[in-house]
């Protein structure tokens, strides 16, 4: 009898530990999700209008020796994007990886995103058509966490990478240059497979002009490319195209200046190609996309990297 009381009272002790444990990892779960949800290194809800505002024909910046370059055709552009057509997911594992420590942790973000594409590019016709194309497009992010000093502190990101779900053809970014004119920083990104820690992320000074290529790939219809960067006021992003530099390859000047500074911050920026019978062909020819986006830190050479929140 004594040793069927000793078993019980064991079994009961193990489970009481396993509930604690259970308890201690999910609320460290949810705290790697507060801290994600809140930092601008990850929080990309604004960088979802990657598409909500119009193009412009207008490409003003301080590239020289524009006039030898390709300059995008009329069109106007939006993706819409109902309320309820971001789905957002978060997968965080504890630890990071297996037989690792309980103070690592690595998330992955997944995005699924519906909505509409509605161009505008013909000019015969009045009032002009606008063409809908319905699509699905999913984007993921990683990120790399450790515990210390009894909090999580955001140690390495991923690029965010968007996709064409299920698309006709494999269009594909393959690499990103940027250089800052007055920060001298280079960044060149030649694989979203990577965790970059917040010192490998492009910084540059409030004054900066950046000068920034893509370079595509594309078994199937040719492309444009358009640069999404960011600012402090709605609608948070800015987009504009780039120059057409050579059949796969982009290029434009940043002025970063444009963007209004008053501390040390993260902004989003996302390289964003999009097939060409995509934006200048009828509901004949599929929608397909695909995009890179890479938080960048602007401060003055004194400043430290910003803190995760």
């Known amino acids: 009898m004594k ?26 779960q949810q705290a790697v999700n507060d801290l ?4 601008d290194y990850t929080n990309d809800t604004h960088a979802s209008n990657y598409g909500a505002n119009d193009t412009t024909l ?8 524009t006039e030898s370059y390709g300059r995008i055709p009329f069109v106007r552009f939006r993706r819409y994007v109902p309320a309820s057509g971001i789905l957002r997911s978060v997968n965080v594992q504890i630890p990071a990886y297996a037989g690792g420590p309980n103070t690592a942790a690595l998330a992955t973000i997944t995005w699924t995103i519906n909505g509409e594409l509605r161009t505008m590019f013909g000019t015969t016709t009045q009032p002009i058509n606008v063409w809908r194309k319905p699509f699905t497009d999913v984007g993921t992010r990683k990120v790399y966490l450790e515990k210390y000093d009894n909090r999580w502190h955001i140690k390495k990101i991923s690029p965010l990478k968007i996709a064409t779900q299920s698309a006709a053809y494999n269009l594909n970014i393959v690499s990103i240059h940027a250089v ?3 920060s ?5 990104l030649t694989t979203t497979d990577t965790l970059l820690t917040k010192d490998q992320l492009p910084w540059f000074e409030p004054g900066d002009t950046v000068i920034a290529t893509v370079t595509v790939r594309s078994d199937g219809d040719s492309c444009w490319a358009f640069l999404y960067h960011g600012r402090p006021a709605w609608p948070h992003i800015w987009r504009e195209p780039y120059w057409r530099t050579g059949t796969w390859t982009f290029e434009r000047a940043w002025l970063v200046r444009q963007e209004i500074y008053n501390k040390p911050c993260v902004r989003p920026s996302i390289n964003d190609a999009i097939g060409w019978g995509t934006l200048w062909a009828d509901t ?18 004194v400043d430290t990297v910003p803190a995760d929140d």
């Open 36 to 39: 994600i949800a809140g930092s």
């Open 58 to 65: 207008d490409q003003p910046d301080t590239l020289q020796a």
């Open 284 to 301: 004949s020819k599929p929608y397909v996309s695909a995009s890179w986006g890479i938080p960048y830190i602007i401060r003055m050479p």
């Open 184 to 188: 001298h920083d280079t960044f060149d």
């Open 180 to 182: 800052g004119l007055l």
């Open 3 to 28: 040793r069927t009381i000793l078993i019980a009272a064991a079994c009961a002790l193990a489970s009481a530990l396993a509930l604690v444990g259970c308890g201690k990892q999910t609320d460290d």
